[in-house]
């Protein structure tokens, strides 16, 4: 399983901005897709994620009410969407799967990541 991030930029706070990952390998329409986060000198953190089917999405409280998580399956695309950005938004964002529920991503690492995208909100 191969996973792609983009749509990352510059935006000021309150603006928007959409990201996307793109997913290669046949277990994309099994498995649970996470965003994650990692701003410079910090760890790596949990953002969103949504299970198989897109009917169940969990958020980090830091972005709850301001992100979206969705899927596309039949694209083998997953998107994080994000409103009303704020600086502390400011992050190299991952995209990640795994063959698992989608709430078990806050808490164990999935197996497969893409690279980073990096999404910067000046103030």
């Known amino acids: 399983v191969q996973l792609q991030a983009s749509g990352g930029g510059l935006v000021q706070a309150g603006g928007s901005l959409t990201l996307s990952c793109a997913v290669s390998g046949h277990t994309f329409s099994s498995s649970a897709v996470g965003w994650f986060r990692q701003a410079p000198g910090k760890e790596r953190e949990f953002v969103a994620a949504?299970?198989?089917?897109?009917?169940?999405?969990y958020y980090a409280d830091s972005v709850k009410g301001r992100f979206t998580i969705s899927r596309d399956n039949a694209k083998k695309l997953a998107y994080l969407q994000m409103y009303n950005l704020k600086p502390a938004d400011t992050a190299v964002y991952y995209c990640?799967?795994?063959?698992?529920?989608?709430?078990?991503?806050?808490?164990?690492?999935?197996?497969?990541w893409g690279q980073g995208t990096q999404v910067t909100v000046s103030s």
């Open positions: 990640a799967a795994d063959v698992t529920a989608a709430q078990r991503m806050s808490v164990v690492p999935p197996r497969w």
């Open positions: 949504i299970n198989w089917n897109g009917k169940m999405t």
